[in-house]
């Protein structure tokens, strides 16, 4: 090479190196949001995916785009995040859309219905069935737009003092349960009640309670459920996945330079398999933990699982003569989960039948 060329060689290397690595900062703005969470740090597989998101987007925009979050409380109480980021208190949030069923029950699509879609299914419904668009349709009525950013899996149905033999074994049962799950079990006799993460534990020791649903083995497991209420029932029927979300208000979507949106659909993209996939690490340990310390593994009995199932049915029903956006989605939604249901059960379920249950060599 000749000098010359080497230099002019050289000498664009280096101006193209110059130019490119500040284009972000020069043509974009420094631009700082706050994101409310429901959840605290203790959970920190749901708080703990905001910060993931928050690092990622600052990663990616070379710190240009900076996100701080904060605990459920800190900024708004934690049932309040869709408010506060409906009314821009603040920018972003993160929650879990069926806490809000009381403003409308359709919200729930965006987390859990009972006797929904697993995980896959969940994710398969919105990305590719129709979800993400029609819960972005019912989320622009309340300025924001939303983002699957993560899901716990099929849940546990929680602890109980007794066990639950029949669906006569529900009536009167004081159960700490929340949202459609509490609809649907109060119509089988549970008498719901709503109790704060942490007054759990004293409410069943005390017997002020006989039961209480949470998440799953590592979350469970941290609060102690089973030293005062030994029967670890399964499946949660209700949240056979729950959905967490972000909420971006709408306007600071729009307002946000395309590479920072673009970082932040695919952290929270990153979130969603990340999220499930630490749950499910950390479920394994956590059970067998539980197992040994004396918890007392339990299926509900098939004719418990109908009862609530009918009632479901009886409830989405209800919820569709009232709202027709409830019943479009709902009509999205069921469609998807029994195709859905159709192919699971050829391969999936044969091959997971199989392995779960064949003698180890
Ligand atoms: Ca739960």
Redesign the pocket.
């Known amino acids: 090479m000749k000098r010359r060329d080497f230099i002019k060689t050289a000498g664009l290397g280096a101006a193209t190196t110059a130019v490119a690595a500040p284009a972000l900062a020069q043509s974009h703005p420094q631009v700082r949001w706050r994101m409310a969470s429901s959840f605290p740090k203790s959970l920190d597989t749901l708080y703990g995916t905001a910060e993931m998101i928050a690092g990622r987007v600052s990663r990616l925009t070379e710190g240009r785009f900076e996100i701080r979050v904060f605990a459920g409380g800190e900024i708004v109480p934690p049932l309040q995040v869709l408010d506060a980021v409906q009314n821009g208190t603040v920018e972003c949030g993160q929650s879990a859309s069926y806490y809000y069923i009381g403003k409308n029950p359709a919200l729930a699509f965006d987390t859990a219905l009972p006797f929904g879609m697993n995980a896959r299914q969940q994710n398969a419904w919105m990305y590719y069935g129709g979800g993400l668009q029609l819960t972005r349709e019912m989320f622009s009525r309340y300025n924001i737009v939303n983002f699957p950013c993560g899901n ?1 899996g099929t ?2 149905a ?1 602890w109980y003092r007794k066990e639950i033999k029949s669906v006569a074994d529900l009536k009167g049962l004081k159960m700490r ?2 949202g459609l ?1 509490g609809m649907i079990l109060e119509k089988l006799g549970v008498v719901p009640q709503q109790i704060g993460g942490a007054d759990i534990y004293p409410a069943l020791e005390k017997g002020t309670i006989d039961a209480a ?4 083995p590592y979350d469970d497991e941290k609060l102690g459920f089973y030293k005062v209420a030994k029967y670890y029932y399964y499946p ?1 029927w ?2 056979g996945s ?1 959905q967490l979300s972000i909420y971006v208000n709408s306007k600071q979507w729009a307002s946000l330079p395309k590479p920072y949106q673009e970082a932040l659909e695919v952290a929270c993209a990153e979130a969603n398999i990340n999220m499930m996939a630490r749950y499910d690490a950390k479920n394994t340990e956590a059970l067998r933990k539980l197992v040994n310390a004396g918890a007392q593994l339990r299926a509900f009995p098939r004719p418990v699982m109908e009862a609530c199932y009918n009632v479901a049915q009886d409830l989405y029903a209800e919820f569709s003569a009232k709202s027709p956006e409830f019943k479009k989605i709902y009509g999205s939604w069921s469609q998807f989960r029994d195709n859905q249901y159709l192919w699971f059960r050829v391969a999936e379920n044969t091959f997971d039948n199989f392995v779960y249950s064949i003698k180890k060599k």
Do not use: F, H, L, Y
Not at 213 to 216: A, F, M, P, R
């Open positions: 716990t849940q546990m929680g349960v929340a799950a649903e949470w998440v799953g949660g209700w949240e729950a």
